[in-house]
DNA sequence: TCTATTATGTGATAAATGTCACATTCTCCC
DNA sequence: GGGAGAATGTGACATTTATCACATAATAGA
């Protein structure tokens, strides 16, 4: 835990710039910096949603129990608040969050989130944006992965790792085969089978944990047809 | 197209009865009450946003259309907001709205509402509520309409017709067998074969449109089981 | 009322995906 | 470096669901 400098920090949300200097004092006040190793649980589904979560660097999955095991919801990359549905939403988080690399946290108490969107305008509509860009997002996203049968979800989510979070054709995969299934709503063995089966046409290439995406058309237009 | 009356208004949102008098009758100059006959289309995916949407009665499908066909994202009774995302997030609608039943609509000038979230705090929160909690139930419902299968997904929907919209075992059923099909994600056939299924095990009967549940325990264990 | 159109029911079959079993490989920790 | 446990690859088969084809029923207009 670390005594965080919001004044100072150059990772503020779009929302925090709009804080006045004297709101950024208060923020300092009320905020803690946590720093969490791959693999720990940021928020846990089921416990009291006490804090905002700020994502200030790393990235995040976003997890919730379903009937039939874990269900990935999204992966969050910084910088952007985490669960401010589930802390909004109800006393208890509806899902999880998780580090899927070394991620900085900063805990920013409700009462003081709160206080800023009673009081500052445009620091509620900034947050107002983003609860609803999130939600288009989603949309898509849910109508999609719905529509679409095994090999259009799994190059729809290497695309959309590809092009939202790495800006590259060659990155190193965040999730394992077992959390891609969860993503994608299928089982391990159909995306190993399926990621085995882009690799023999040469649409991708993996080394490892490393993946390159070779023919960005091909998959683009296996996403496409669904 | 009638001059609403807001301030006498007895259906209005939990964030509209936090506005002061005065800015009520500002709402008032800028909002205009439209009537819906079932079937119409409120907005449409692909046109400007410019208004936003106030169900104040009635019952709407906000559907998108996806790789295969039509989406139905979800159903929203009255009294709602109904396109909050779609109007903030973006300039352009990303999905539509059709009414099911004849409704209400009163259209708000987005500029006068974006004023309210700017200088009425507890409006602006009220509204972040009701962001928070749509996409907490989106989530939940995502994940289970994701990860159980036909039987499960339709027991899930009419359990939740049942409980969420009519508080009733015996309903009117709101959407066909296509838009059923639609909003489950499968196939026209699957959802007409699955319903005489259930009907033929004594778990539910139809009767034209008319739904009623016989064995709700039933239709809860299918829905849980996936 | 009649008819065209749309909505629905149902069998046969094909296609996609899940499940089980097991081999292999990787990774972490001592 | 070696071993235990976890992660991954892959074949065989079962299950679920889509698709096609067509019959029947409901509904809206003329």
Do not use: W
Request: hydrophobic residues 40%; proline residues 3%; glycine residues 6%.
């Amino acid at each position: 835990m670390a005594n965080p400098q919001c004044r100072l920090c150059g990772l503020k949300s779009p929302a925090a710039k709009l804080l006045s200097s004297s709101e950024l004092e208060t923020l300092e006040l009320n905020c803690a910096q946590i720093n969490f190793k791959k693999g720990d649980v940021i928020f846990r589904e089921g416990s009291l949603a006490t804090n905002i979560a700020y994502l200030k660097s790393g990235l995040v999955k976003i997890h919730m129990k379903g009937p039939t095991g874990d269900k990935i919801l999204r992966l969050m990359k910084a910088p952007s608040y985490l669960g401010l549905p589930t802390t909004f939403g109800d006393k208890v988080n509806h899902y999880s969050a998780t580090a899927l690399i070394d991620s900085h946290i900063c805990f920013i108490s409700l009462d003081t989130f709160r206080d800023f969107i009673f009081k500052n305008g445009s620091f509620a509509y900034e947050i107002i944006l983003e609860l609803c860009r999130n939600e288009l997002a989603d949309y898509q996203k849910y109508t999609n992965m719905s529509q679409k049968q095994l090999p259009g979800r799994l190059a729809e989510i290497l695309l959309c790792m590809s092009h939202e979070l790495y800006k590259t054709n060659k990155f190193e995969l965040p999730l394992n085969i077992n959390e891609l299934s969860d993503f994608i709503s299928t089982s391990r063995e159909s995306v190993s089978r399926m990621l085995s089966e882009f690799s023999k046409e040469g649409i991708i290439a993996i080394n490892k944990k490393e993946l390159t995406i070779l023919k960005e058309d091909m998959l683009e237009k296996i996403s496409l047809k669904g």
